[in-house]
């Protein structure tokens, strides 16, 4: 039998690799039989819910073996796990859960304080499970069913749902240019465009041992899971990303590949005896979702001693569409510079580099919009016909929104943004979302949100802010638009830093010179982004 829809992943390997390795957390082990059997019995438990297919579930919860038994139970229903950024505010959380029309809400331990903030607010869903924890987080007998309990009484069967290719598989999650997150729908179809590519480009085999380390609500962290899984490879699942843990994990678990971001190859290097442990298992390690220093890749490719790929791509296109290979990290070779770009498109991507003034094509080592087209390109946002089309022309090219260009052998390097996007520490963060809020304060009168270098996550926000008169002649503080904005928003969206402006420098129709205001932090630099 063939794997070419996710729930094919699960049936094939529950009973061809039934006895292998599926998922490690920890002292816990599934195997794919026991995995299998755990997704069915889930897939019975969604459908006595109502659960039926392309219907949404929602899953609030870290790195888990229950998010898979979750992903692939809905999954044999044809219905969508919608994984939800556990970093988010409750007010960001309540918006996506309704956005998504979730009928079921699984909600991890450390969440429940979430779950009661927006439990009265949430318009779809009809059930609500609490995976176990402390018997005190449960808010008492009777307040939310134990997700254990729930799945028990079902019985282990495949209620047998075939999807189709066009079929949602997967719903992530971005955040908005306009200042409301944007439901990513990912078809069968597009992830299947890259997973066929996963023992070609990246060796992951069945006998591969994967890390699973990035949050499951990315796409570098799902996406990567699912490129793992779709091999039949055992996944090793990191709840907590601890840098000296993770140091020691490798060698534990014998651990062959894995995905990271920049920032954590930074810690890891930091744990005092890294030198010494035991990477003699690595063979591949890929990176993306924000450059990487010159002195960081060459200290971790010395230091970890395998392959190394840079992928470059979004949510939208199904991760990685440009790929850096493993032969253009060579820190000390004659071809040093291509560290600095992204690489080449894979197998079937297209690329343009576009000026968005004409919509023609510029020349090769000019700067224009990237625009991309392949069969890893999403379906469209969930509910937001309008964005979709902005998105993506008549004849299927994905704008990009990242500015870049191409060099005389078709290397594509990155050197701005063309929409206002912050990516800090791996997070995308569009300032419209975090305008929109700070606006809400009485003592601001007008606001711009830039991104400004930082050494440890590559750029925060920063907010222009110009206050507004007050009666009592008490200056706002720096400190108060922090505050005000980690009530509201995830950590990584708010600003890191405040400076105060008379007024905001605007052209001629009103819009607001952000170039301008960002042009002081980044001069002297090669690019305008971190």
């Known amino acids: 039998m063939g794997i070419n829809t996710v729930s094919d992943i699960i049936r094939v390997h529950g009973v061809e690799r039934a006895e292998q390795t599926a998922l490690i957390q920890g002292d816990r ?13 889930v897939a019975n438990a969604l459908a006595a819910c109502g659960v039926g ?24 229903l044809n219905a969508v796990c919608v994984d939800v950024n556990w970093r988010l505010a409750p007010p960001e959380i309540e918006f996506i859960v309704n956005d998504a029309e979730a009928k079921v809400l699984v909600v991890g331990p450390d969440f429940v304080p979430v779950l009661d903030a927006i439990v009265g607010n949430l318009t779809t869903v009809t059930k609500i499970v609490v995976i176990a924890g402390p018997s005190s987080l449960l808010g008492g007998p009777g307040r939310y069913d134990d997700y254990a309990a729930w799945v028990a009484p079902f019985a282990a069967d495949d209620p047998g749902v075939a999807s189709a290719s066009s079929d949602v598989a997967f719903q992530l999650y971005s955040s908005g240019t306009t200042g409301r997150p944007k439901g990513v729908m990912l078809s069968n179809a597009n992830f299947f465009g890259l997973l066929p590519l996963a023992r070609e480009m990246w060796g992951l085999t069945p006998s591969s041992v994967n890390l699973v380390a990035m949050p499951l609500f990315h796409i570098g962290g799902g996406g990567w899971a699912v490129a793992g899984q779709y091999e039949g490879a055992a996944s090793v699942i990191v709840r907590d990303l601890d840098p000296a843990a993770l140091v020691t994990l490798i060698g534990e678990q014998r651990i062959t590949h894995g995905f990271l971001v920049p920032a954590v190859f930074q810690f890891m290097l930091m744990v ?12 591949t390690l890929v990176y993306g979702a924000s450059p990487i220093s010159e002195d960081v890749l060459a200290r971790s490719v010395e230091v970890f001693g395998c392959d190394f790929w ?30 600095r770009s992204c690489g080449l498109p894979g197998p079937g991507v297209e690329l343009r580099i576009v000026d968005n003034d004409d919509g023609n094509d510029v020349s090769t080592g000019e700067v224009g919009e990237i625009w991309i087209r392949s069969a890893q390109v999403m379906l469209g946002y969930w509910h937001m ?17 990242d500015a870049g260009y191409l060099d005389a052998d078709g290397y594509l390097y990155i050197h701005d943004r063309v929409k206002d996007m912050i990516v800090s520490g791996g997070e995308n963060v569009y300032p419209a979302e975090v305008e929109n809020v700070l606006m809400g304060h009485p003592g601001i ?12 996550w590559g750029e925060t926000a920063k907010a222009m802010v110009v206050r507004a008169a007050n009666d009592e002649g008490v200056a706002l503080t720096e400190q108060e ?40 932090y980044w001069e002297g630099r090669s690019r305008n982004v971190n």
């Open 272 to 283: 005092p005896g890294v030198e010494d442990a035991d990477f003699s298992t690595l063979e």
């Open 53 to 76: 297919k392309q219907d949404r579930i929602a899953f609030l919860d870290k790195n888990g073996i229950e998010h898979f038994e979750l992903f692939y139970g809905a999954a044999l």
């Open 310 to 339: 840079q992928a470059y791509g979004l949510t939208e296109t199904t991760g990685a569409v440009v790929n850096l290979s493993p032969q253009d990290h060579d820190v000390n070779g004659p071809n040093k510079h291509r560290l």
């Open 481 to 520: 638009v922090i505050d005000y904005a980690k009530e509201r928003l995830a950590r990584f969206k708010c600003p890191t830093s405040v400076e105060w402006m008379e007024t905001l420098p605007r052209n001629p129709t009103g819009k607001i010179l952000k170039k301008d205001l960002r042009a002081p």
């Open 385 to 401: 016909a309008e964005e979709t089309e902005k998105s993506i022309t008549p004849d299927g090219w994905f704008k990009s929104g």
């Open 445 to 456: 009168a007008d606001i711009a949100v830039i991104g400004v270098p930082h050494e440890r």
């Open 29 to 41: 082990q599934l195997s794919w039989a026991e995995l299998y059997a755990r997704s069915a019995q």
